[in-house]
C-alpha cells in the first residue's frame, strides 16, 4: 500500500498533479481515473511504474535521489531521439525528486519474444538503431570510458566475486597475472575508436515496438570503444546463442557499420578480436556486479546467471592465446574451474 512506501506515496501524489497538466498540453481532455501498477525494476533503485486509464498508457520512473540522478537519463534520451532512435518521450521531469513520466513503449522486451526464428529479424533492426546512434557525433560532453573507467569495472571481480563471493585473495602470482591481464584489456579498448555507447545494449532493455526497438536503460552511456554495445547485444546477461551465429551477427554488423562510415578495423578478424576482448572485461566486471548485488544489495537472484558469463570466458579463451593467463587465472579459482 502506498502509505507503507513513503517514495510510492509521494509518487502518487506527484502523479495527481501533473497528469491533468500533461492532459491539457497534449489536448487529450479531462483526466480519466487510472490506475498505477509496477512495471519493472531492475538492478539499481530505480522502480518503473504503469499509469493506465481511458485507453491511454504512461510511464513512470521513481528514481530516488541520493541513489540515483535522473539528469543523465533526461540529456541521453535527448541525443538519443535526435539520432532517431525510438526513446521514451520525456513528458514531465522533477530532477530534485526523482520522477520521470514518460511514454510508454510497450510492454514486451526482446527478451521476452526473441527465439530462433525471429532472432535474425529482431537483431537486425536493433543493429540497424545502434549504427544510427553510433554514427552521429555527439555534440554534448558525456563521460568517457577512460582507463580510470575500465579499470574501476574489472576490479569489481576481484572485490566482489573472489573476495566477497569466494572468501578468497590473490596472492602475488595472481595478483601480478591479474594486473597483466587488465592492462592488456584496458589497452584494447582504449585503442578502438571512440562512440556514443549504451552501455547495457542488450535484449533485455530493447522493446518490441513501432518503430522498432524501443530503447530503454540509457542513462549511464559515455563515449567509448566501439565494439562494446554489438558485443553486449549478442552476449547477453539473460540469454545465449550459439557462437557460430553470433559471430555471423558481428560480421554482418562490421559489414553495415563500415558502410555507414563508422571507423572499423579493414578486417573481421581484427574487429572480432576486439569484440572478443572487449567482451572479456565487461563478462568480469558483469560477474562482479552480480556478486555485489547480491552481498550488497541482498539480491541474489542474479548470481544464477553468473555461469553464463564464465562461459562466454571460456568460448574467448578458446581462440585468444593472447589471454591463457586469465584462463590460468580463472582455473586457480576452484568454484570456476571449468
Not at 526513446?87 to 519474444?113: F, W
Not at 575508436?193 to 552501455?199: F, G, I, N, W
Not at 524501443?214 to 547477453?236: M, W
Request: hydrophobic content about 45%.
Amino acid at each position: 500500500m502506498p502509505h507503507q512506501d513513503p517514495r510510492l506515496s509521494g509518487l502518487h501524489a506527484w502523479l495527481a498533479l501533473q497528469l491533468p497538466v500533461v492532459f491539457h498540453a497534449r489536448g487529450w481532455g479531462e483526466v480519466p481515473a487510472g490506475q498505477l501498477s509496477p512495471a519493472s525494476s531492475d538492478a539499481s533503485f530505480r522502480r518503473y511504474f504503469r499509469w493506465e486509464g481511458g485507453g491511454r498508457s504512461l510511464i513512470v520512473m521513481d528514481a530516488p535521489p541520493p541513489q540515483e540522478d535522473c539528469r543523465p537519463f533526461v540529456k541521453v534520451a535527448a541525443i538519443l531521439a535526435a539520432a532517431g532512435i525510438h526513446v521514451p518521450e520525456v513528458l514531465v521531469a522533477d530532477l530534485e525528486q526523482g520522477y520521470l513520466l514518460l511514454d510508454d513503449l510497450g510492454r514486451n522486451t526482446y527478451l521476452d519474444v526473441i527465439d530462433e526464428a525471429n532472432a535474425d529479424r529482431l537483431f537486425a533492426d536493433a543493429v540497424a538503431a545502434l549504427i544510427a546512434f553510433q554514427r552521429r557525433p555527439v555534440e554534448q560532453p558525456l563521460p568517457l570510458y577512460d582507463e580510470a573507467l575500465l579499470r574501476r569495472e574489472l576490479e569489481l571481480f576481484p572485490e566482489w566475486y573472489v573476495r566477497r563471493h569466494l572468501g578468497q585473495a590473490f596472492d602475488a602470482a595472481q595478483q601480478a597475472r591479474w594486473e597483466r591481464i587488465c592492462r592488456l584489456l584496458i589497452d584494447s579498448a582504449l585503442a578502438q575508436p571512440r562512440v556514443l555507447v549504451h552501455r547495457d545494449y542488450m535484449p533485455r532493455n530493447l522493446m518490441l515496438s513501432e518503430p522498432n526497438p524501443g530503447v530503454l536503460d540509457f542513462q549511464d552511456a559515455v563515449l567509448g570503444p566501439v565494439s562494446y554495445d554489438i558485443t553486449s547485444l549478442f552476449k547477453d546477461a539473460f540469454l545465449s546463442w550459439p557462437q557460430a551465429r553470433v559471430d555471423a551477427w558481428l560480421e554482418g554488423y562490421w559489414h553495415q557499420a563500415r558502410a555507414a562510415g563508422i571507423a572499423l578495423p579493414g578486417t573481421f578478424a581484427g574487429f572480432q578480436r576486439d569484440s572478443d576482448l572487449m567482451g572479456v572485461q565487461r563478462h568480469l566486471k558483469v560477474i562482479g556486479i552480480f556478486a555485489r548485488i547480491c552481498h550488497r544489495d541482498g539480491k541474489p537472484r542474479y548470481l544464477a546467471d553468473v555461469p553464463r558469463f564464465f562461459a562466454y570466458l571460456r568460448e574467448v579463451l578458446a581462440r585468444r592465446p593472447e589471454l591463457a593467463e586469465l584462463g590460468e587465472l580463472l582455473d586457480s579459482l576452484p568454484e570456476v574451474r571449468a
